[in-house]
């Protein structure tokens, strides 16, 4: 069956400029959750929600950083006026059950700001 | 923030030999699971290990886990080029997260 996707797989933006990342879940996973991957590092929390519900937001780095999943299942992050420190892979991933404990990657989306 | 801390983080072997990779990490778990990446790929879960288990197999995989130690160690046995990756240890303390580390990058020569 499908796996997770995500687009763009690369986008770059200027500084200043507006961003949205797509994720494509898993058909019928409870769970979805966004990852922010830096250049030599492991993907680190950003976010989380079960179905349309928003329950963990305390990894997004800044206020200019907005996801939502209005009817539980695409999701989308939004990064506003990006900054040059915005640049990382930006990992989906989704879980069938609430919690997430076996979590299924996305290819992930690579954001590069200039 | 980075809970796991993988010990050594770059490796290099011939084809057929073992690789070993150790992850550490601060807090108590509920499980501590080990996930694959390369370009090809992205990340792909290989094996998860829960705080009341000591050792797990799967396929060429072996996990240990020393919770007294809060250690886990990833054994690969006779690599092969496609294990060419970076491996990350993940902690799962039950709120919805996965803590990574920094990753090991394993290169396998054929």
């Known amino acids: 069956g499908a796996g997770v996707s995500q687009s763009p797989r690369y986008k770059v933006a200027k500084r200043g400029q507006d961003v949205a990342l797509r994720c494509d879940p898993i058909?019928?996973?409870?769970?979805l959750f966004w990852y922010q991957q830096a250049l030599g590092q492991g993907p680190e929390f950003l976010t989380y929600?079960?179905?349309?519900?928003?329950?963990?937001k305390s990894g997004l780095p800044s206020d200019r950083f907005f996801a939502e999943r209005p009817e539980g299942s695409v999701s989308t992050l939004k990064i506003q006026r990006t900054q040059q420190e915005d640049s990382a892979v930006y990992l989906c991933?989704?879980?069938?059950?609430?919690?997430?404990?076996?979590?299924?990657f996305g290819p992930g989306t690579r954001l590069l700001v200039l | 923030s980075q809970q796991g801390e993988e010990d050594p983080q770059a490796l290099s072997i011939q084809e057929g030999e073992n690789a070993t990779m150790n992850c550490s990490y601060k807090t108590s778990i509920n499980n501590l699971q080990w996930y694959r990446q390369n370009s090809g790929r992205g990340l792909v879960h290989l094996i998860l290990i829960r705080s009341n288990e000591r050792e797990k197999h799967s396929g060429r995989l072996r996990v240990t886990l020393d919770t007294s130690k809060k250690s886990s160690s990833l054994l690969i046995t006779a690599s092969r080029a496609a294990d060419t990756a970076s491996y990350f240890c993940?902690?799962?303390?039950?709120?919805?997260?996965?803590?990574f580390g920094k990753g090991n990058q394993v290169v396998v020569i054929p």
């Open positions: 993940a902690t799962f303390y039950g709120n919805n997260r996965l803590a």
């Open positions: 058909s019928g996973h409870v769970s």
């Open positions: 929600f079960q179905n349309e519900a928003q329950l963990d």
């Open positions: 991933a989704s879980s069938l059950y609430r919690g997430g404990e076996t979590q299924y």
